[in-house]
């Protein structure tokens, strides 16, 4: 095996940081379809999203929300820069992909990558029954 696996254990909820170490090792396991489009992502984990995003997205619950593709030249949706100088971010919810552990019970490794997949193969334009395909190998552990 010529990568390290990282393997956390909580006994307490885990935090932003511990997030993002998973969702960063998630990135580097995702559908090689997806990761073409990812050369310059970085990542963020927020607590939920804002009050802003509620509005944009039309949220009912800001935990409706769990990750969220925004792309370095876009100022806003449908307006872009002219020049890109920003990383494309995909942001984590904490607290919704929190929910979605604790409902299901899942290994939040497998989770997050999952949840990663989903928001990034929707925001690339592939379709639902290519996102499906994706899925179905990652549950299969075919990378």
Known sequence: ??????IMSFSVPPGPDDLKVIAEEA???????VMEFCENLSIQVEEVADEAMEQEFDLSDSY?????????KQISPGVEKKVAN?????????????DIW???GDDLNALM????????AANFDFSDEE?????????????
Do not use: N, W
């Not at 095996?1 to 990282?6: E, V």
């Not at 990135?27 to 379809?33: A, G, K, R, Y």
């Not at 920003?86 to 929190?98: C, E, G, K, P």
């Not at 999952?114 to 990034?120: N, P, V, Y």
């Open 1 to 6: 095996m010529d990568r390290q696996q990282i």
């Open 27 to 33: 990135l580097e396991t995702l559908p090689e379809e």
């Open 64 to 72: 409706e929300l769990v990750a969220l593709y925004r792309s370095g």
């Open 86 to 98: 920003d990383d494309d971010v995909l942001v984590i919810f904490r607290r919704a992909l929190l």
């Open 102 to 104: 604790c409902e299901t």
């Open 113 to 120: 990558r999952q949840i990663m997949i989903e928001e990034l």
């Open 131 to 143: 996102i499906e395909e994706m899925s179905r190998r990652h549950f299969q552990g075919m990378l």
